[in-house]
């Protein structure tokens, strides 16, 4: 098998195995030469070399197989291990996962017996546990997460469009633009928008502006992000990249990276960022 098992393959392979343990059929074991084994279809696994004489082990039942001395065994394996009586005494199978055991070849990891029914007993309270946290039935959870993931979606967009706001309205409550070097600039601090957010923020002053040189520096997090914008009819003489790198610099970062209009940088702490606005305001003044 050249890729990972898909979660409908290992259902699959769930549910065939436990068909052939429903069939509660003897275990046979039987020692004969490597060649017969073959001959009778017994796999040998992971390339493993073998004397005269090999432990051929049967189990299964499955008609037109061609594998075995009657051609209608399930699974016929040359192998040392310790099996039980019949397939029924294993009980149940329940697959967890797969992976790669060498090349080609994948190893599929599973439970029988008392600990697969532990293991599914407490699945099952599990599942009972969240659907009475979300009052709802047991096979009501799936939709109901999916719903309340949709609901958290559009929350999380509503929050950005509010912080977007309350940022911007900060042009109303003492903060202004500046003209530097015959240079329309903004820069502001704030404390808990997200980095993610500030490109966003970026374009909304450029649209104000019209033409013009904007830095933002958000706290949030714990760590600084420095986003610099520029409008493009500035861009042939002024960069972005080099404004955000200038404020990184005060606040203990290194670098910054993105395009002449639009660059973003981190920094250490927001302890220095009006030091960090005012190196940006001396870039400019040339």
Request: charged share 25%; with cysteine.
């Amino acid at each position: 098998h050249s890729k990972a098992v898909s979660s409908s393959e290992l259902v699959r392979v769930e549910k065939d195995v436990n068909k052939y343990i429903r069939q509660n059929t003897q275990v046979e074991t039987r020692i004969m030469s490597p060649d017969k084994a073959r001959d009778l279809g017994a796999q040998a696994l992971f390339g493993e070399k073998y004397g005269n004489e090999v432990r051929v082990v049967s189990m299964g039942r499955e008609e037109g197989s061609a594998k075995g001395i009657g051609g209608s065994a399930y699974s016929l394996e040359l192998c040392g291990g310790t099996h039980v009586d019949r397939t029924g005494d294993i009980g149940v199978f329940v697959a967890l996962s797969d992976s790669a055991s060498s090349s080609g070849v994948r190893r599929i990891e599973a439970l029988t017996g008392q600990a697969a029914q532990n293991y599914l007993r407490n699945q099952g309270n599990i599942l009972a546990d969240a659907a009475f946290s979300l009052k709802v039935s047991s096979d009501e959870v799936p939709t109901r997460i999916k719903a309340l993931q949709e609901e958290r979606k559009l929350m999380q967009s509503e929050i950005a469009e509010l912080r977007k706001q309350v940022a911007m309205n900060g042009t109303n409550v003492g903060l202004h633009d500046e003209s530097i070097n015959g240079v329309a600039f903004f820069g502001q601090i704030l404390a808990d928008v997200p980095g993610k957010d500030l490109r966003g923020l970026i374009d909304e002053h450029k649209k104000r502006l019209g033409s013009g040189v904007i830095v933002l520096i958000s706290g949030a997090g714990g760590k600084a992000t420095i986003a610099a914008g520029v409008t493009n009819d500035l861009t042939d003489s002024l960069s972005a990249v080099d404004l955000a790198r200038t404020a990184a610099e005060m606040l203990g970062g290194k670098g910054g990276g993105g395009r002449p209009d639009m660059a973003q940088a981190g920094g250490q702490s927001v302890k220095n960022s009006e030091a960090a606005l005012d190196a940006v305001r001396k870039n400019l003044e040339g």
